[in-house]
């Protein structure tokens, strides 16, 4: 069974900081990785998708990821934050033949002047 | 902007009514899906449909139904409605699949039986 795990459930960070949020899966096979975001009120949004190639994906809105199978982990990161980017943060996992992602539980993000 | 909508935006009901949670997306999209959301809980895949007349069930098991008649609309229904089923309903939709094409969003149904 594919699974995926986010151990922060709020992280606070000063505008201007750097952020990185952490993602660990747990899938059989080669993964199909996500991370979607949503503000307050309203739905997900896709930032960023890896499957296979570079294991450093670009994303929207100055997001990266970096996909580490050693350690089952896809974390997100961003140089510098943005007051804008709070909202709450959703990691994603799913495979070939079986197209229902499992989401994590999300992280809260919380800017800071 | 993904065009899908959701409505209504809030629902508060009675234990017992009959409700349905409306669902629609101009992009011509085939799969369509909808999640249910709590509180600092993962969302959670309850049904979806890969067409017209295609319909199944997600991972949790969900007391309510639905229907897709039309490409673009995917309503969600629950006969009898318990303070249970109290959550956010998410409706995506994906023009190639969950793996393959991002899923749109709608702004969800935040629903409360009381």
């Known amino acids: 069974a594919q699974s995926v795990t986010q151990p922060d459930i709020h992280i606070t960070v000063s505008e201007g900081a750097s952020l990185e949020l952490r993602c660990n899966y747990s899938?059989?096979?080669?993964?199909?990785l996500f991370w979607y975001v949503q503000s307050p009120g309203q739905g997900l949004q896709l930032l960023l998708k890896y499957f296979s190639g570079d294991t450093l994906v670009q994303g929207i809105k100055g997001f990266e990821a970096e996909f580490k199978r050693s350690q089952s982990s896809f974390n997100l990161r961003k140089p510098s934050v943005h007051w804008s980017d709070a909202a709450e943060y959703f990691c994603?996992?799913?495979?070939?033949?079986?197209?229902?992602?499992?989401f994590g539980t999300g992280t809260r993000l919380t800017i800071i002047p | 902007e993904a065009d899908i909508y959701q409505t209504p935006r809030y629902l508060v009901i009675g234990t017992g009514k009959k409700i349905t949670l409306e669902c629609s997306q101009t992009?011509?999209?085939?799969?369509m899906y909808w999640y249910q959301q709590d509180p600092g809980m993962e969302l959670h895949l309850i049904h979806y449909s890969y067409g017209v007349n295609s319909t199944e069930k997600g991972d949790l098991s969900s007391e309510s139904t639905v229907s897709r008649i039309r490409t673009e609309h995917f309503p969600l229904t629950l006969e009898s409605a318990r303070p249970s089923h109290t959550s956010q309903y998410l409706c995506?939709?994906?023009?190639?699949?969950?793996?393959?094409?991002?899923?749109?969003f709608g702004n969800g149904t935040r629903l409360t039986v009381t």
């Open positions: 994603a996992v799913g495979g070939l033949g079986n197209e229902k992602l499992t």
């Open positions: 899938y059989g096979a080669t993964p199909y």
């Open positions: 995506a939709s994906s023009d190639g699949g969950a793996l393959n094409s991002p899923l749109h």
């Open positions: 992009m011509g999209h085939d799969k």
